[in-house]
């Protein structure tokens, strides 16, 4: 039996798995580069929180990410032209996935017992870091620390989590909260512009 | 008692720092900062894979690897201007770290239980991630993304070694295959300049 | 009760969360972006050392370090006009953090029962990596590698550390003899312009 959360997480893998194959590519990369920093935009948050957390990484039991980057890149391959339409599907895609790491995330470290924090942390990187190995891959500035409400998201997404199990609530009510905590930030500050401000240079 | 894979081990890290510290070298590092690219190429995917594996990794109880890669900063410093003419030797030297750091890590995640999609990814991450790593080091988009079959040869060895190991064939026969597969993968695809396909940017 | 130490530990830290978040205000990254070059550069280094080393990272039991770095946030957004005048005041914080992380990482590997090499490593890796990431992530070739003597630095003070310990002195004064070369090591090659020399490139 597929769950509705292993739907979404097929859907999160596959949006941040696109999202690295068309940067790829816009960078020339091979197929096979390609696929690799597909891969890594998807899987690569887990993967940090994972290590940090000493427990086996997702991907190293379950094929299901591999087949679904796998998808992504033939989907990339095949259908590019059409691409550039659907970028506002892709665009929920990829915050839907946000939001569902995130709350992930939070919730490994927080099932492992690590204090309040220590989950926020996770649950962010879990999210947002993919995205930043992509952009060292593809050796670009990482664009969350310059632009955009990305993984500040998160950490508004992790904290609403936290504040609503020191209030008592039930962990589905907690999932759903800090998640469309995470998915709103994310799509208001992208439709309203908002952005961190900037510090000041010397 | 140095056995004959102690010998090949021994080549191959030699190989791989003498890449790291040569790329180093374009890029006017000091010997320090030359060592430790170095030694990154050499050693970094076995950490990588070992990381992800939860074991130790091996440069962390054998001193072998870090003298090898100081030999290595030694060769380069005292016979720069004769490594040119040694392009050839060096590019088979390197063909045979990456054939037999393939072997290797394929063996060490088969070893632990994972499945085989797990062996062959821990396979090409210890022959390829050195050199993705040193490319991150010194600034550059990494080559095995864009150019030649380097961690695609990987890729076939570690396939070799799971359909020959599902014939039920011995250990060395399948260290042997698949040993070849990569070698032969990496030299031919240069020689004939055998490329993948490259992603069309957007 | 705080002891020496702590307090050792927090200027190190803030020196070094200063250290990232000024680079990072010359990228114009935005506060969030600031903060995380910020915490890495302060926790990298050790994060690397206790994954590799399979303890769980300082920063995941002690908030300690999540709010040093805040408050060198805080501290570079509302001063930042001052802090060109505290140039050397932060290079002196700078080298006592090298000095203290060094020799921390020293003793963690030694307390774990590995040889004097992986100890010395670790200690360098402690002192520098945070560094090395930092300009990784700012997408700027690590500076560690090309200019001036910092994880060298690191290397004499383990190196020391090993020695005092085979001549059979006191913890105390191994930290001592090992942080001061770390110190004056790094403060008169700054002063004295020592460099290492540079591998001549091809």
């Known amino acids: 039996m597929i769950t509705f959360v292993q739907i979404l997480d097929f859907v ?24 690799v920093v597909g891969l890594v935009t998807a899987i690569g948050g887990g993967t940090m929180r994972d290590v940090l957390l000493d427990v086996t990484p997702a991907w190293m039991t379950d094929p299901m990410y591999l087949l679904c980057t796998g998808l992504a890149l033939f ?3 095949a259908f590019s032209k059409y691409l550039i339409h659907l970028h506002n599907t892709f665009f929920i895609f990829d915050s839907i996935g946000l939001a569902l790491f995130t709350v992930v995330g939070f919730e490994k470290a927080e099932a492992l017992g690590y204090p309040f924090w220590v989950s926020i942390i996770m649950g962010s ?25 990305y ?28 998640g469309s905590v995470v998915f709103l930030a994310r799509t208001l500050s992208v439709k309203y512009n908002i952005c961190l401000p900037v510090l000041k240079g010397e």
Chains 1, 2, 3 share one sequence.
Not at 12 to 35: E, H, P, Q, V
Not at 135 to 142: A, C, V
Not at 157 to 174: P, V
């Open 75 to 77: 989907w990339v391959i």
């Open 125 to 149: 990187m879990t999210g947002a870091a993919g995205g930043m190995l992509r952009d060292i891959f593809i050796n670009e500035i990482p664009l969350i620390f310059r632009k955009e409400i």
């Open 151 to 178: 993984a500040m998201a998160c950490v508004l997404g992790g904290i609403s989590y936290w504040l609503c199990s020191l209030f008592g609530m039930e962990a589905y009510l907690c999932q759903i909260v800090a």
């Open 12 to 35: 999160g893998t596959f949006a941040f798995a696109i999202s690295g194959i068309r940067l790829a590519s816009a960078k020339r990369f091979d197929w096979f580069g390609a696929y």
